[in-house]
Nanobody, 124 residues
Framework: VQLQASGGGLVQAGGSLRLSCAAS????????MGWYRQAPGKQRELVAA???????NYADSVKGRFTISRDNAMHMVYLEMNSLKPEDTAVYFC???????????????????WGQGTLVTVSS
């Protein structure tokens, strides 16, 4: 499975960005898809993820501002980010797992596949 992320960039605080991630390869086994982020000097953290059946999980810091969605037919996952804050600045990674989870795992070690990061910079 290969994951290709896109959509990062520079935006002012309060602005919006949409990240996209396209999956290819042995995609039919994928269950959970989502986004992690890592800011300089900080640990990688789950931003949001969604199971094949539509169950979602969000970091508390992004609830109400970010929305994850998934197009199973197109093998895509999206992250709509609104009301961006400078503390959202990070490299965002698309991740996926074909583990048989019925929930969204929070531990990054649960994810088997990773895309290249895309940088999101929010200026104040």
């Amino acid at each position: 499975v290969q994951l290709q992320a896109s959509g990062g960039g520079l935006v002012q605080a309060g602005g919006s960005l949409r990240l996209s991630c396209a999956a290819s390869g042995s995609i039919f086994s994928i269950n959970v898809m989502g986004w992690y982020r890592q800011a300089p000097g900080k640990q990688r953290e789950l931003v949001a993820a969604v199971t094949r059946d539509g169950m979602t999980n969000y970091a508390d810091s992004v609830k109400g501002r970010f929305t994850i969605s998934r197009d199973n037919a197109m093998h895509m996952v999206y992250l709509e980010m609104n009301s961006l804050k400078p503390e959202d600045t990070a490299v965002y990674f698309c991740a996926a797992t074909d583990g048989s989870y019925y929930y969204v795992p929070g531990n990054f070690r649960s994810y088997d596949y990773w895309g290249q990061g895309t940088l999101v910079t929010v200026s104040s």
